[in-house]
């Protein structure tokens, strides 16, 4: 006579197979438009069985204003601090790429220390974005609260400094074209500099929080897995696309502004998932830091504005251009037409935050619902930008 | 590629980008031939733009990259043509594309193949398009329910000059997108 063994666990836990879900019946949810962690007014329809999503459609266009539009019918000028509230969270960045298309498009030469001065904001400004980043999608896992706490501690000290600058912590509206607003109040530089000696113990700090945790490497790794081909057809950009081992920043490639100026390198993902994605905001932080030493040995007193640039009534001649940076997420460019008068004939914004989300779907499929809030997360988006 | 019309359009301005002008027919195989061409291999395309010029030719501006180690190419593909309706070149070829719709909607063009067109920007009964240069803005609706008197003369002469409508206006902001 033989008994049959069984362990406490295999009693109260027994095996769920395949065969005993309800097969080809999905369920359909609508995430959002307002979901605390899509990050904004953003929906996704998905098709659900059981747990697993089976399909996901992003919709958009709830935080639409017609920016373009808008942009259309002012002058040039009218439209900087407009581009402050595409992607709230890096105006500097915003108005970086604005000003490199008028630029561009009117043949404007900037001052050199306005060059050093933008690449010193663009570098903080993908600090601050990075680092909030990490604590919004730590937050999404399930760490409620404290890393984003810490994330934002170190933003606010960012933001401060955006704030003596230009007078305002996010909608800064500093840039113009041919140069900046206003140069740096006395202590400024000193004051950035501090900061940016001392951020290297909150990346450790975070590093050390994040690399070896047992939860994030299990929520993260092999998830939501881009390839690289798909990210190439797809047109991604930004960290998003060297998470997927594609080696593409365009500070490299176009060489705008001072950047080739600087010794940076380019951290690449070899496994383009969540983890990856990541750990790639972790690297590329360092690499700032490591521009923004630089910057600050290099920059020299001097004009911060070109003396020609007629601001007001401001007509650039006939002819387009497209202007692109190297956003914090990606590549943020302005395709912008003149007919020679004082309003763009055509202003186009190519936002890294759209183009990104598009390969959602790609990424979710065959994850569960919770880790679609981790890969919505680690696209890094702003519906300011993405609807526009 | 035997009978493509291709010319590159200079930039009078200080940016000196050129365009690549390509006849409507043969469009999608040289958006083809730009991608697949060991040689040249514009995989990446960076940005899809929709310009409403005033005499109804949309011209398409597609930025085209190539990213092989590093190295890097660029292309500004224009096609042209009085029928704006030509777009599935690059809606086929490129990941990116496919999922476009809300961009090129507003513009408004006939758009062959897209499997999922929609319109963001307005409520159902929204029929214009605000991105077309001939668009005015409406005259009644902020002010009266039911126009009438100068408000309905306003109404009146907006409408009559209201652009012949293709049916895509029937799209609706996303509420079938599961079911495409």
């Keep these: ?388 | 590629m035997s009978g493509a019309q291709i010319a590159i359009v200079p930039n009078p301005g200080p940016a000196q980008q050129s365009s690549l002008l390509i006849d409507n027919e043969h469009a999608f195989a040289v958006a083809r031939f730009l991608r697949d061409d060991p040689t040249l291999r514009l995989d990446f395309c960076s940005n899809v733009t929709g310009v409403d010029w005033l005499d109804r030719v949309v011209k398409k501006t597609v930025k085209m990259k190539r990213l092989v180690d590093g190295e890097e190419k660029e292309v500004d593909e224009t096609t042209e043509e009085k029928i704006p309706g030509y777009l599935e070149a690059v809606y086929h070829l490129y990941s990116m594309t496919h999922k476009h719709g809300p961009v090129i909607i507003r513009i408004r063009t006939r758009d062959r193949g897209h499997p999922d067109l929609r319109r963001i920007l307005m409520w159902d009964e929204f029929v214009d398009y605000p991105m077309r240069k001939d668009y005015r803005e409406p005259d009644d609706y902020e002010w009266e329910p039911t126009p009438h008197d100068e408000v309905l003369e306003k109404a009146k002469r907006h409408y009559t000059q209201r652009p012949e409508l293709d049916g895509a206006e029937k799209i609706t902001a996303g509420g079938d997108a599961l079911n495409r």
């Design chain 1, 1 to 388: 006579m033989s008994a049959t063994v069984q362990t406490l666990e295999a009693i109260e836990r027994p095996p769920v197979s395949m065969g005993s879900r309800l097969e080809g019946e999905l369920l359909e949810v609508s995430m959002g438009p307002q979901h605390p962690s899509t990050h904004g007014v953003f929906r996704m329809n998905v098709a659900l069985e059981g747990e697993v999503v089976r399909k996901l459609k992003p919709v958009f266009g709830y935080l639409h204003r017609n920016h373009e539009k808008l942009g259309e019918n002012m002058s040039y000028l009218g439209s900087m601090p407009y581009t402050d509230r595409l992607d709230y969270f890096c105006s500097m960045t915003n108005n970086w790429a604005y000003a490199l298309s008028v630029e561009k498009l009117a043949g404007i030469k900037v001052p050199e220390r306005a060059e050093y001065l933008r690449v010193i904001l663009a570098e903080l400004t993908r600090l601050q974005n990075h680092a909030s980043l990490l604590g919004f999608l730590l937050n999404d896992m399930g760490a409620w609260g404290t890393p984003l706490m810490y994330a934002f501690r170190e933003r606010e000290k960012i933001l401060d400094l955006f704030e003596s600058l230009s007078g305002s912590r996010m909608m800064c509206d500093y840039m113009r074209f041919g140069g900046c607003r206003c140069d740096t109040p006395p202590g400024w530089m000193e004051r950035a500099k501090q900061i940016v000696d001392r951020f290297p113990h909150f990346i450790d700090d975070l590093e050390q929080l994040v690399v070896g945790n047992e939860v994030v490497i299990g929520r993260t790794q092999n998830v939501g897995i881009l390839s690289p081909d798909l990210a190439i057809n797809a047109g991604i950009a930004g960290p998003m696309l060297r998470a997927s081992g594609v080696n593409y920043d365009i500070r490299k490639v176009d060489g705008y502004g001072f950047y080739p100026r600087f010794k940076f390198r380019i951290p690449l993902g070899e496994h383009g998932d969540t983890y990856d994605r990541l750990m790639m905001r972790v690297l590329e932080m360092r690499e700032s830091l490591s521009i923004l030493k630089q910057a600050f040995e290099q920059i020299q007193p001097g004009p911060i504005m070109n003396p020609k640039v007629k601001i007001r009534a401001f007509r650039p001649p006939v002819g387009e251009a497209y202007g692109r940076i190297e956003g914090p997420k990606g590549e943020l460019g302005f395709y912008l037409i003149s007919d020679g008068g004082q309003n763009p004939y055509r202003y186009r914004v190519r936002p890294p935050s759209f183009v990104n989300l598009t390969v959602l779907e790609d990424l979710c499929l065959g994850h569960t619902v919770a880790d679609v809030m981790v890969i919505l997360g680690s696209v890094d988006i702003v519906m300011g930008e993405v609807d526009r």
